[in-house]
């Protein structure tokens, strides 16, 4: 019995790990860490209360600052890998994979920045809805980065007329 107990501190001590690798890549909420973990809501709860306390205790408010700026960079620049891959790709699921990559990657940002946290909002019409997206991504992408998309969303426009005029 004193082997189950031991066992059960060990596995524990694994997820919590675990759930701090995941609160550092950005997954901090529990129905995410409970699907990662494989754990029930409360217990993904728990460990995320648990690792919080022991950031609190290890880290400055300066030490998090520095790692959430490095992160920051480190997503910017997966962002732009994403689109230049994208733009590269040879075929659509290649480019499909790339969008994807780089939708995680300015989900993380957002989270990063603290902009995830906005309370649930009827919805908007869609022009503003656009208008948001579109300060959303001025606000937390480099310029070259913007420059990506504006170049994207341009040639998407031009696609959708020469498929409307054949």
Not at 28 to 53: C, F, H, M, P, W
Not at 86 to 95: D, Q, Y
Not at 105 to 128: C, F
Request: proline share 3%.
């Amino acid at each position: 019995m004193g082997n189950k107990i031991n066992t059960s501190g060990l596995k524990k001590d694994k997820l919590l790990q675990k759930c701090e690798l995941l609160m550092v890549r950005g997954i901090d909420s529990a129905s995410d860490v409970s699907e990662q973990l494989n754990v029930s809501y409360n217990t993904a709860k728990s460990y995320i209360e648990i690792v919080r306390g022991r950031w609190q205790d290890y880290h400055t408010v300066e030490e998090l600052q520095a790692k959430r700026k490095e992160l920051i960079k480190k997503t910017e620049a997966i962002i732009n890998e994403s689109w230049e891959l994208k733009n590269g790709a040879k075929n659509t699921l290649e480019a499909t994979g790339a969008l994807r990559t780089a939708l995680m990657a300015i989900e993380r940002l957002q989270k990063l920045h603290g902009i995830d946290d906005v309370p649930p909002q009827p919805e908007l019409p869609k022009e503003a809805q656009i208008s948001q997206l579109a300060n959303t991504l001025n606000t937390t992408l480099s310029p070259k980065a913007k420059q990506m998309v504006l170049d994207s969303i341009k040639k998407a426009i031009r696609l959708q007329k020469q498929t409307q005029q054949n």
